[in-house]
């Protein structure tokens, strides 16, 4: 079975600030926090907000204390201010592209212009942009209605920004032959065009598509009308729960399209769900292969084995001679606290990674066990090389611990950052310099208690390439990371500038590796080594270009570049 998932899928601008501003304030306004009726469309979204201690109100009390968010679509004029007046903080979080069409309405309106607006009656943007309309708003949502429209001297039409694309065309042909006088403004969303194009061309290569999303959204229910409308089966859902596993088990190509409101840790799940149907019917051996990648990904178990293997192609470049213990230590370490750290970060991970989140609660006991026992014989193992890789390792592990502990108590009023875990971008950081002490720098300083000349540059390499992964799948994760608060590199700079940042480095990683080769800091090994920096920057521009999904495919092939270079390595003393 082939999945394609629409690029469109998910949080459109105008939801993903909306979502942003209710989380920032959260944590930095105190409580009571309100929505003016739901933010978005999407139930999931609103049980996060009521988890993060934000409710909703549906009408404006005469006197209250908080914090009010005005919804993404918007409210009619006075609204925001009858909340200041009973006391409220307001912060309006209404779409800038909802924005647009109210500021045509009320400019429209002033000058005596009847408003009409192609919507729904129902919808909570519609409602609000009849505010600015005044007593000269009219909603229209059929053809039949606009010709039983009377004669109006001056006219404006507007839609709704998640009308249907096709629909509106309609309308805009009907006022150039009925009424030329009238104004007619595009206000459909860019995004919600974008989207919806993208929808028909997706129905018409695959078999049958999945539209994830809330069913009182207005954009969703109109994506899989689309569908629809391109001849293809359309399978409205929610979550994951409600797919239709007998359908589309004997569907060859599914396309995923998603509604704007529709968060990606709901678009991953489905994904997920779907990624395993083929199963039912491929040959034993690829149930029992996807099994086992699956295995090793959620137990951390492959990690560590890249981090052997990294060390292994260190440990070559820096021609030291017996690299085997070195490379116990580095799987070991990584085992364990990789481990740990996802035991104490399950709180993200239900959002980032629903699959690893459930494994872990399922399996804590047993994971809690193997992350100490591993900790403990790579220290044991680190003893039997001497004192210096012991203490090493032990601050090491000490620091890996403390990441997600409160190092700053309560009391201790006025600091921001309370844990290592709060600084922004540590989390990327602390894992790159960690991979790259372990695989490059304790073999080295503990065989000979220098750093050689080829020493530096072999740690820039693996700390970079690490960084690249490990940055990646925070790119991945962003939207997870944001919900729980976490600030990592790619929402310190962004997913774009993160990507190229990525790029870059994989770029310095291959021409670390080309020099030193060339100048004789490394063996020839080098040359063969540039296939792994190469790969990781193909692998980021495929998947920026949509070429491929987030999955666990995606996972295991970004992991195994480190695997790679540690065969590569073993080819190389074999050959």
């Known amino acids: 079975m082939k999945i394609s998932i629409a690029k469109t899928a998910g949080f459109c601008m105008g939801v993903q600030r909306a979502v942003e501003l209710a989380l920032d304030a959260s944590n930095a306004h105190k409580p009571p926090i309100f929505t003016f009726g739901p933010l978005i469309h999407n139930p999931q979204v609103l049980s996060l907000l009521q988890e993060k201690g934000i409710s909703v109100l549906n009408n404006i009390p005469e006197k209250g204390t908080g914090t009010v ?4 679509h918007g409210v009619p004029p006075d609204t925001k201010l009858n909340f200041e007046k009973a006391g409220f903080k307001v912060i309006d979080a209404t779409c800038p592209r909802v924005i647009k069409v109210q500021t045509i309405i009320r400019k429209h309106a002033q000058e005596g212009y009847a408003s009409i607006i192609i919507g729904d009656k129902d919808h909570p943007e519609v409602t609000g942009l009849l505010g600015y309309a005044g007593e000269h708003g009219i909603v229209v949502d059929r053809i039949h209605d606009l010709e039983a429209l009377p004669f ?32 007619v403004f595009d206000t459909i969303c860019d995004s919600t065009e974008r989207r919806q194009a993208e929808a028909k061309r997706l129905a018409e290569s695959v078999d ?5 999303g809330g069913y009182n959204s207005g954009n969703t229910k109109r994506l899989a009308e689309v569908v629809q409308e391109a001849g293809k089966p359309a399978f409205h859902i929610e979550t994951e729960a409600e797919l239709d596993i007998k359908s589309l088990a004997e569907v060859n190509h599914i396309g995923i399209t998603a509604g704007a409101s529709t968060p990606n840790w709901i678009i991953k799940k489905i994904y997920r769900a ?25 137990t951390n178990i492959y990690a560590a084995l890249g981090a052997g293997c990294l060390c292994y192609a260190c440990s070559a470049l820096q021609e030291i001679q017996n690299p085997f213990p070195y490379i116990v230590i580095s799987f070991l370490y990584i085992l364990s606290m990789h481990t740990l750290n996802n035991l104490t970060g399950i709180k993200e991970a239900r959002y980032n990674d629903p699959d690893r989140a459930v494994f872990y609660e399922n399996n804590k006991i047993i994971l809690t066990l193997m992350a100490l026992v591993s900790g403990a014989m790579g220290l044991s193992v680190a003893a039997g090389m001497g004192m210096f890789p012991f203490i090493l390792l032990l601050i090491m ?3 890996g611990l403390s990441y997600n502990l409160k190092l700053i108590p309560d009391f201790i009023k006025d600091f ?13 950081i602390l894992i790159s310099l960690a991979w790259g002490v372990a695989a490059a720098l304790l073999p080295v300083l503990t065989e000979s208690g220098t750093i050689k000349m080829g020493s530096m ?8 390439m690490v960084f690249i992964r490990t940055g990646f799948f ?43 080769s060339k100048l004789g800091v490394f063996p020839k090994l080098g040359f063969i080594l540039l296939i792994c920096p190469a790969c990781l920057f193909i692998i980021i521009t495929a998947h920026k270009q949509g070429y491929m999904l987030p999955g666990i495919r995606l996972e295991f092939l970004t992991e195994s570049q480190f695997v790679v270079a540690g065969a590569v390595t073993l080819l190389g003393f074999v050959i």
């Open 474 to 516: 925070d790119v991945l994760d962003m939207q997870g990371d944001r919900i729980v608060g976490k600030e990592t590199i790619p929402i310190l700079f962004g997913k774009d500038r993160t990507m190229i940042i990525l790029n870059g480095l994989a770029v310095i990683c291959f021409i670390v590796l080309f020099i030193s």
């Open 152 to 183: 109006f001297e001056k006219a404006i039409i507007v839609a709704q920004t998640t009308q249907n694309t096709l629909f509106y065309d309609a309308v805009k042909k009907w006022a150039a032959h009925e009424h030329k006088h009238y104004k």
């Open 69 to 72: 968010l005005i919804r993404a």
């Open 208 to 212: 049958a598509v999945v539209v994830v």
């Open 457 to 464: 540059p072999v740690f820039i390499w693996a700390a970079a």
């Open 397 to 399: 592990s000490i620091m």
């Open 274 to 298: 779907i990624e395993a149907l083929p199963f039912n019917k491929e040959p034993e051996w690829k149930k029992r292969l996807f099994a086992i990648q699956r295995f090793l990904l959620l």
């Open 416 to 428: 921001k950052y309370r844990r290592i875990r709060d600084i922004p971008g540590s989390k990327t």
